[in-house]
């Protein structure tokens, strides 16, 4: 009856120590694919911030070469900004397939076994 009582007494610590690790191991995994998540973001935050100021001035520029060629002021910046009313539109019309692709990129991070 002793043995009995040492073998469960021991698989139970064996049990508990393994479980411990298990969930040591899971925290440590989360932790890297945020950490790589967290990373691109980063990274996707500052060329976003680039684009949209070499976007800025670029249309800047255009309208300032339309308005030139329109002899119109209003013209120019007219015709940029309706070009940026076409892309507001084109996104709003596929907002869903956008939004999924985000959100399958992710989930790709996320669940990427390295």
């Not at 060329?47 to 949209?52: A, C, D, F």
């Not at 007219?78 to 869903?96: D, E, K, M, Q, S």
């Amino acid at each position: 009856m002793p043995e009995s009582e040492h073998f469960f007494t021991d698989t139970r610590k064996e049990l508990e120590t393994y479980l411990e690790n298990r969930v040591l191991l899971l925290k440590m995994q989360m932790t890297e694919k945020t950490g790589r998540l967290v990373g691109r973001l980063v990274v996707l935050l500052v060329l976003v911030i680039l684009i949209v100021v070499t976007l800025f001035f670029a249309s800047l520029m255009a309208a300032y070469y339309l308005s030139d060629v329109t002899d119109s002021l209003m013209t120019g910046f007219g015709i940029v900004a309706g070009g940026y009313l076409l892309v507001l539109i084109l996104v709003w019309l596929f907002r869903n397939k956008l939004g999924r692709s985000v959100t399958d990129t992710v989930i790709q991070i996320l669940l990427k076994e390295r």
